[in-house]
């Protein structure tokens, strides 16, 4: 793929084809949504719900497999039993009151920071796939190497808001030692918003420390930079290693993912109303310990969805049921004036195939009609998160940019230069040569660079090339054009001393890190 250089003296129809063929990796702004929200639940229902999920923490209580999460809910006056805590409604209502409903994420380059909550939404690529799908479309385990070139397609995908963390696990590093690396991967090929590791308590306190040498303490004491995520134990379980590294970012004023992994029917009742009513029981318990940690640290209402299927057992995505489910939860995070985070674009397909292609469409669309504000697993995901495809990464962000210019809503700016338009044209008319189209073409409507809307003469002439084969073209070269944002050299070298201290004191073992 030729890429003519940004500043040619081309000038008419060269020159605006010169600025198709240049591609601009300027990062779109936060979703600020535009469109109708669709809510299924009546405001009764809602309050079904939520009394529902209110009786489920008084009464069946939530296990937090925790000492200093018991004794912090002993202090508050929570009704401790063992190692399960039983809230009272009004303790959790004064909790998660706490919580901002919007707030700012702050990226080393100030561009890219990202207004949050209410009306804006962000893109988060996937993480966390042991496999990857390659250039050459073979399956394999990733290395650092991997890691870094999601890392650079995350930096250059417009629709991308995060460079995440593991998207792909790096096998050729040490598993206790590893979370280190990623970070500043994450850090170093982009100049975005990012993730952090959360996989233990330590993990998560490397994470912060470093970005703290990014961005400075007192900076990271105000200004949310970075994501954790604590994942429960569906039934009702947190356990040690969530809450400690949840603890962790809380306590750095750092957001965090608060999120129950509902496999419906398996660790839900199954039935789409009840795994509501237990999913927000168990995302408020979460949210409300935030505060319990430091009142007024962001905090965000997340959960992981999927529905099971009752032939196999195997989790499955795009459902109706998810949809659904996504939609009422959509509704219940409005209802307590918190952030919402949900996944987007998944999938069970072992290959970039039509079935992939459409549980990723059905689950993008609902989340876009369900007004979720932090969007994770955007790019990537297939066989249900076992690996990360290259193809599909670029795919999935290319139908993410589609999104967010359908959820912007309607643009009356040229209304009237339009209809204008008509007039000049007239019955039988075409308007292909109206100053209007040569004004508008541009932006009128979205151009898909990696589907093909050619006749089929043409695309046997260019090769009958299919998606998978032109998204892995694209991939290539992405990473050829790809221009790294340069860190500061003595951050850099800071974080690499850090990085340096740190593996001598974390042995090398094939764990995580629990105890360094």
Known sequence: MSVDAVGTSRRGRGSRRSMRQTRDVTMLPALKRGIPLTEPMSPEEILRIDDASMDILENVGVVFRDDIALEDWRRVGADVRGETVHLDRALVRELIATIPETFTYHARNPANNLPFGKDHSIFIPMTGAPFLRDLDDVRRNPTLDDLAN????SHMLPAMH????????????????????ITYSSMKHSDKTFMGMTTSPKNAEDVLDMAAILFGEDFLETHPVVTGNCNGNSPLVWDETMLGALRAFSQRNQPVLCSPFVLGGANTPASVAPTVAQLNAEALSALAYTQVIRKGAPAIYGHYLSTVSMKSGAPMAGTPEISLMNMMIGQMARFYGVPWRTSNTLGGSKTFDAQAGYESATTLMAVMMSGANYIWHSAGWNEAGMHCSMAKFVVDAEQCAMAYRMAQGINWDDFSEGLAAVRDVGPGGHYLGHPHTLENFQRAYFMPELFDNNSIE????????????????TVRAMLVEYEEPKLDAGVNEALLDYIARREKEIPAADALNQDH
């Open 150 to 153: 999601f890392h650079k397609l």
């Open 162 to 181: 995060s460079s995440a963390h593991h998207i792909v696990e790096p096998y050729d590093h040490p598993i206790s030692q590893r979370h280190l690396r």
């Open 458 to 473: 043409q695309w046997q002439a260019d090769g009958g090339v299919e998606i998978n084969e032109r998204a892995l073209g």
